[in-house]
């Protein structure tokens, strides 16, 4: 694009030499001395949001009057030029044939005009194309205009060393030295005859009309060209023909890719029949426009544009098309604008900020690429700038706010960071959930906790370590820094984020990270934290540090009677249970006096592990501290209070939950638990007798026999009596068989029995099976002789015993006349025929079950016959039941009539 056609292609401002201008100078144009930087601008014209007034069709401009300031310097080195010539070396490498528009040098190759190498390109000093070299050059130096081959007919640009060269090189009547020594006498006013100006001043004449520079006559009449010379024909105005090489040199000269019109754009836009796809052309134009604020490399803004004037152009572009949008009711679109209107606000705002790496429109629509432009803000600490980028681009401007907050903190104004951290930090719904605190939260505290304290006091500084003190006398202006605990404002401001912003336990880990334990259980008793929260900010710390002494020690400071912390110091022997950290639940438990629970423990540490009767025997000062726990209980009437006798918590105490310290009761003051002393009395009692269990199994282990370890079961571990029933029935099953004799611990298994109330047929029966198994017939007939002379069992206990071991012998061929021996002990009939049928001695059976005339089991004989093939057997069974039922036939018959006679009347 270009400045408007009816602009004047040479317009002169004059330089007059003396007071009044000459007529002679002013008459011919190849005369006249132009200043380039005036040339196609009036005097009234003004900037304006396009480049109309600002460049002129043959290519200069409005702003070039800082560039060349000075008419003599333009007047020097116009008349070097045009009288002596171009110097060898600007002009030697000058192609003898034009070339093509391909061939010539691009834009982007070129800063600096190659003529003059001074001038520097800009919007307002555009680059232009000599067409006779191919060079890129200024206004100034391609003022000029000859026929090139190539170009028909009409006058095009080329530079001075062109036209010197090829145009006017052999156009002087005179050689170069006379001129130059004419021109300088001239100049000083003694080779003509008349004094010259000092200073040449450019002015205007009275009505406004540019008046041209005069120069002394006789200089200008040795300047002027020979009539063989090619005239400089004067620019036709902007008018197409049916020429088409007129018309294409036409176009390029009047073709401004780097100097846009806003207003030439709208016009031809106006044109257009299709407002709405005009406004979204204007919408692409305006994101291709934002493209020449990008700086050429990060931090160097491209100098040859003029950021103010593109941000204005495309500010006169979006209100265009909102305006196109709005005729054609596209909500959208004019929604679209406003977005694109915001994005210019904040281009407009970074460009006042002198901030050097604009970005373009398209970066700030993209949220992705709008969240980096705001992190480049944040690394250049351009905060105000980031924050009101967040606002008009949409995006979340926590991250300005934190870093904003951060750098109050950095120049300790924790006022203005506490303002700050209230934009982006969350305060939360539920401060007794475990989590880590939010990362911001925890930027800030370590912040504070490594900001080192500055101005330390004389005194301070002498008791400092020797290393600091070194580093203070080799580097003074350092300042001086201790190696000391964190600053009481830094300590003060951490508690007040944590408290206000974090959760409990970020409170409770920072106190005990500056070990400030009393005032981690205080925080903890006043603001009534969860258990968990103690049990992770406080038992774990100290846990791992093996100093839980300490804690428990403050503890007891803060409240005696440890009435407060009963939540917490059950939650933490839940948890040491959990985790099977047996020793330090002990440890906890004696500390709160809970002396059943630590009885408990005792247990535990007595039963876990144990793989054998002789380890148990090694662990027997468990079961002594679990007892001396239990009397203490219950020699304190103050720990032995109970809710009501016989109850564990409310509810009755179950001898099988004995030995598992998780068991469920309620606690008293302290979270101790509540038994009562009847319980105490029988769990002392339990204690005791399974010490002398275990003393006696042991014996017995270590002596000739080994029984104990066939009866135990690895994965299960040893039977004892803080198990069930079950297991307790396997105890004094063990008792009674690791002796060298039955009677031997009969006694110890009878008071078993007696204390647990357990069945004593069921266990005497189970023990009569496992000898029987051994072949041990000599104990069975002992342990009948000890179950008759306990004087609490019957004939049906000793024969049940008796069954149970026969039931185990009737598959050894070789134990029948044992078998016949322990028939002969049974009392009752009914163990006789159950012994002789389990033993398939039938025909014995059948006698003792005709004499006594017992029809069922004379049935079940004569099934067992037909199943193991007896057959005479079963005959004798079914000829005896036959006259049984007929005997049985006649009996009723007989009732019947006399039941008949008894109803007939006297």
Known sequence: MASSPTKSVTSSVAVPLSTTPTKSMTSSPSRQIRRPHDKGRSPTSKQSSSFEGRLSPSGSHSRRSSARTSPVGSLSKKASTDVFGPKSSEVKNLPLVPPRQEDWVPDSAVTHCMVCKVERFSMFNRRHHCRRCGRVVCSTCSERTSIVPGYGDVPVRICDDCFDQFVTKKSYAISPQELEEKLQEGLSGDGFGRSSPKVLTPYLSSHGSAVTPTVPEDITELMEPQDWMTQQKPMKTWKLSTDDIYNATIREEFYYEQAPSTSLCLSILDLHSNPLTCAQQILVLCRDVSGYLKPIKPGVPNPEVDSNLVISMIQTLLLNAKVRYMKCGESAGVSLCDTYLSRVDVLTMMLSSNYKNIPTIEELIEPESSRRIRDKLLQDERLDLALEM?????????????????????????????????????????????????????????????????????????????????????????????????????????????????????????????????????YVSDMRCSAEVFVEGLLLPYLKNGSLSELQEQIQQHDPSLDKWTMYLNATCRYLNRKSYSHVLYQ???????????????????????????????????????????????????????????TVGGRKSSLSEWGSPTHSAEATSGGRLVLSPSELTKHINTITLQIDVTKYLHRCQTGKSSNTRKLSDPKKGLPTLFGNNKVKAEVVTLVLLSGSNLPEGFTLAFRIIQDFRLPASLVYVHTGKQLAQQHKYKEIHQMLQCVRNTGLSDDQTCDDIISGCISVMVDEAGDSKEVDNLIKMLKSDMGKINAYIMCNKLKSAYLIAVQAERIDDVKRISTAAQRVGQTAVKNICDRWLHSQEQKRQRELAQQELLFRAKQKPQ
Not at 396 to 418: I, N, P
Not at 606 to 615: E, H, K, L, R
Request: charge should be positive; proline fraction near 5%; hydrophobic fraction near 40%.
């Open 390 to 522: 967040c606002t008009k681009c949409g995006i979340d401007g926590t991250a300005v706010w934190a870093a904003w907050g951060m750098a109050h903190l950095a120049t300790g104004e924790y006022q203005q960071a506490r303002e700050k951290f209230l934009r982006c930090l969350k305060v939360p719904t539920d401060r007794n959930q475990i989590q880590r605190p939010p990362p911001l939260l925890r930027d800030i505290i370590t912040f504070l906790e490594e900001r080192p304290e500055t101005n330390t006091p004389k005194t301070e500084a002498l008791l400092a370590p020797l290393s600091s003190i070194k580093d203070l006398i080799s580097d003074p202006t350092k300042g001086f820094v201790l190696v000391s605990e964190i600053d009481k404002s830094c300590f003060d401001e951490c508690v007040y984020y944590l408290q206000t912003y974090g959760s409990h336990l970020a409170v409770v880990e920072f106190y005990i990270k500056h070990k400030y334990l009393h005032q981690a259980l205080r």
């Open 588 to 646: 906890f438990q004696i500390f709160m006096k809970d002396y059943i629970r630590a009885a408990m423990t005792c247990i535990k540490f007595f039963q876990t592990g144990a793989v054998s009767y002789a380890d148990l025997f090694d662990r027997l000062h468990h079961l002594n501290n679990a007892k001396a726990h239990l009397k203490d209980v219950v020699n304190d009437k103050y720990l032995a209070l109970s809710q009501k006798p016989g």
